[in-house]
């Protein structure tokens, strides 16, 4: 069973970086999708970015433009750039992957790891 560990989140200003890096246990070779999500404080789990094994990329509305999701095949490792960071994305991160896209699109999920929380100061 292939499990997953967040890392990377950290306090930052309104307009700061920060990179999460998602380190996956096993080979990511079959994972067609994989995505970050986050969740914030009374709010429901979001998807914010997903990458196919293609490394085709999709993202949320709201972190277009902002943020940048990358695969790195030989670390087994998803990354989550995030630039130009706001209040509004304080939250804690997860990520997540699965051989199905729609499983990823629809955050069809037994388990979740720990996550890393990213926390944007005004």
């Known amino acids: 069973q292939v499990q ?13 970086s920060l990179r999460l ?3 996956v246990s096993g080979s990511i070779w079959g ?9 914030a404080p009374g ?3 979001e998807l914010v970015a997903w990458i ?13 433009g902002r943020f940048t999701i990358s695969r790195d095949n030989a670390k087994n ?3 989550l750039q995030m630039n130009n960071l706001k209040p509004e994305d ?13 499983r990823v699109l629809r955050a069809d999920f037994g388990s979740w790891g720990q ?5 944007v100061s005004s």
């Open 52 to 64: 196919t094994s293609s490394s085709s990329t999709n993202y949320a509305d709201s972190v277009k």
């Open 77 to 79: 490792t998803v990354y």
């Open 4 to 16: 997953l560990v967040e890392s990377g989140g950290g306090l930052v200003q309104a307009g700061g």
């Open 43 to 45: 709010k429901q789990r």
């Open 31 to 39: 994972l067609n999708a994989m995505g970050w999500y986050r969740q």
């Open 115 to 119: 996550g890393t929380q990213v926390t």
């Open 21 to 23: 890096s998602c380190a």
């Open 90 to 102: 304080t939250a804690v991160y997860y990520c997540n992957a699965d051989p199905h896209l729609i």
